[in-house]
């Protein structure tokens, strides 16, 4: 399968928000594209746009998952989740990290708060994260390019590299070529029978049950993140036994019991299929290479596929708040079709700071520009504004601000790019 090439930074802290900066772990990383665009256009099987904004996208590595260093106020061994975030954040490049004691997924500080790297993505996730494979680095391949991955290139990905020493389950999707998730399968498999990483501690799972008392319990156990991630919520409805788990998961088949296909069967089932609880007791019946996990579905009538213009394709280059004379009927905006083809304006919409919305329609002829006047309720004010130009599914196109000593009367302001 080929993979869509994103070069750009991967982002651990805000030099000017430091405690509301990204939360890395052992599979998350934030990155921050050179062409958003890019990302725009990438899939989206489960429906999900990309949760991007200025400061970048989070990016969930594929085929791993690592130990939870935070999740809805909990976590797992700490040692082993500290381990896989520590080995992901120096093969990325960052040195001399350390995080706030009050505030331990946030990082205080850092030799670099970014470094250069890039990302090879097929797609969107449920939650609005780029799924991909990265590498520290500039890219051999060009932004934007595609790149057919094969074992050696897989092997590059500092996925297969936590993988193979151990310091992560493996997790693989649908979206996974099964080419690759035959050699990444090998790779776990050799790791945890080198009992390398968490391996040493791993547990509930086919070689054994673990006990699961009590939250806190739960915690100190070195288990599958996924099934961790099912039984907090669990044992959150107050249940003192693990008896009554597989009705739970089987009571909701899209956020608790995910669509499984078994690979020894070679065939369908659900989570509850490889899961054995009963008292205090839980094991997984099958080791987690060996069925792939179906992406979340996306909701009846949500597209799949992303919009058919990006960001960036139309950009609003110039304002004009505060005419001669008087405002109202008057202000302008100026559009460009960046692209060579017609752009279908039906439908997009502008949107000013407070939220007021002017629909668009029409049609943009490649390279040309359309002046528009205000309407609809849409002000540009002489104090400043921002204006958000986005598509007909919703999805933001351009956005551009403006400050109070930019308005001058009769002047257009021209937005740099």
């Given amino acids: 399968m080929t993979y869509t090439v994103l070069t750009g930074r991967f982002v651990i802290r805000y030099p000017d928000l430091p405690r509301q900066g990204p939360e890395p772990d052992g599979d998350t990383v934030k990155f921050r594209p050179d062409s958003p665009a890019l990302v725009e256009g990438l899939p989206r099987p489960s429906g999900s746009p990309p949760d991007l904004t200025a400061r970048g996208i989070s990016v969930r590595l ?18 082993g989740a500290n381990a896989a975030r520590e ?86 999707y649908a979206t996974l070529p099964g080419s690759l998730r035959t050699h990444l399968a090998g790779i776990s498999r050799k790791a945890r029978a080198d009992r390398a990483g968490i391996w040493a501690a791993s547990t509930a799972d086919p070689d054994g049950a673990a006990t ?108 004009l708040p505060d005419p001669a004379g008087g405002d109202r009927g008057r202000e302008r905006l100026t559009l460009l079709n960046t692209t060579a083809a017609a752009v279908d304006l039906t439908g997009w919409t502008l949107r000013d700071g407070n939220g007021r919305t002017q629909v668009l329609a029409g049609s943009l002829a490649g390279g040309d520009v359309l002046q528009l006047v205000a309407s609809d309720g849409v002000t540009l004010g002489n104090t400043g504004g921002t204006v958000t130009l986005a598509d007909a599914l919703g999805s933001p196109i351009d956005r551009v601000s403006y400050r109070a000593g930019q308005v001058k009367e009769g002047r257009t302001i021209a937005f740099g790019r």
């Fill in 62 to 79: 594929e085929a791993i998952d690592a130990l939870e260093t935070h999740f809805a106020e909990t976590h797992q061994d700490l040692g």
């Fill in 87 to 172: 080995e992901l954040l120096h093969l990325l490049g960052f040195t001399g990290v350390q995080f706030f004691d009050d505030h331990p997924n946030k990082v205080r500080a850092s030799d670099q708060d970014d470094v250069r790297g890039y990302v090879l993505s097929n797609g969107i996730d449920a939650n609005g994260r780029m799924i991909g494979f990265v590498q520290p680095g500039e890219s051999p391949d060009p932004d934007g390019g595609t790149v057919f991955l094969d074992d050696a290139g897989i092997d590059r990905s500092l996925n297969s590299r936590l993988l193979a020493a151990g310091l992560v389950y493996p997790a693989f």
């Fill in 212 to 319: 699961v008392a009590d939250l806190a319990g739960l915690q100190r156990l070195t288990i599958w993140p996924k099934l961790f991630r099912r039984l907090v919520p669990y044992l959150a409805t107050g249940a003192t036994g693990l008896d009554g788990l597989d009705a739970w998961l089987r009571s909701d088949p899209v956020n608790r019991d995910d669509s499984l296909f078994l690979l020894d069967r070679l065939e369908t089932g659900n989570l509850h299929d490889i899961i054995e609880a009963s008292g205090q007791r839980v094991r997984m019946t099958m080791w987690p290479e060996d069925f792939i996990i179906d992406p979340d579905p996306a909701a009846p009538g949500t597209p799949t596929t992303p919009p058919k213009q990006a960001t960036g394709d139309v950009v609003i280059v110039a304002a």
